[in-house]
């Protein structure tokens, strides 16, 4: 089975609010995680990533937090705009290996 | 320009029938990958290659073959195309420790 996957496969959220988009993983030895956006027809776009030392790492509009004891990620988006509408995948790495595993993804919808 | 360029962008085939698919690359990374992706799953590893000399299977191998022609170049076939192979390919590339950068992708279906 999957090591990482997405709590919901999909999430609407009124334009302006902030959104989060949660994942689990089950691989202990994991230390480097991955957010991925995939907009429709194109190949997913690096977001944000975060190594297993931290806990949390702010981008633009972008923050992830990672829970090292219950194993779970999260990428909350502020503000969120209709251009977030997306595909998110969560996706995990030990470090420098080849092996980047992901989750089935979240499917975001910004309502008007 | 895209830094991670795939060809075709589209393709439909036939059963039985040899297809390559082409990757090329300008961000000067050595790592280059090959993954599948199917409606309601992630990306699945097919092939990943370190270096020019270097070539090795992913999880779902079976049934694909890649060449890697130069450190920009790495090209993915299906010897014999089956309709299960019907799917979205993407090549990545990535420098050591670093994210991997995707192109945008081949739609590939098999009659």
């Known amino acids: 089975g999957e090591s990482v996957g997405l709590h919901l496969p999909t999430l609407s959220v009124q334009e302006g609010d902030n959104s989060i988009i949660n994942c689990a993983y089950s691989?202990?030895?994991?230390?480097?995680f991955i957010w991925y956006k995939q907009e429709s027809g194109k190949g997913p776009q690096f977001i944000i990533d975060?190594?297993?030392?931290?806990d949390k790492r702010q981008g633009q509009r972008v923050t992830v937090l990672l829970n090292k004891t219950v194993k779970h990620l999260s990428l909350q988006i502020a503000a969120t705009q209709p251009g977030d509408s997306a595909v998110y995948f969560c996706?995990?790495?030990?470090?420098?290996?080849?092996?980047?595993?992901f989750g089935a993804g979240t499917t975001v919808t910004v309502r008007a | 320009d895209a830094d991670v360029t795939q060809t075709p962008r589209n393709r439909i085939t036939k059963t039985g029938k040899r297809i390559m698919l082409e990757c090329s690359q300008t961000?000067?990374?050595?790592?280059m990958y090959w993954y599948r992706q199917d409606p309601g799953l992630g990306l699945r590893l097919i092939y990943y290659?370190?270096?020019?000399?270097?070539?090795n299977k992913g999880e779902i191998s079976d049934g694909y073959s890649v060449s890697r022609q130069a450190q920009a170049k790495f090209s993915l076939s299906l010897e014999s195309a089956i309709p299960n192979q019907t799917a979205l390919y993407f090549c990545?590339?990535?420098?050591?420790?670093?994210?991997?950068?995707f192109g945008d992708g081949t739609r590939l279906s098999i009659l």
């Open positions: 961000k000067g990374h050595d790592r």
């Open positions: 290659s370190f270096d020019v000399k270097d070539i």
């Open positions: 990545a590339t990535s420098a050591p420790s670093q994210p991997q950068h």
């Open positions: 691989n202990s030895a994991s230390d480097y």
């Open positions: 975060i190594r297993s030392n931290m």
């Open positions: 996706a995990e790495n030990i470090l420098n290996d080849y092996k980047l595993s």
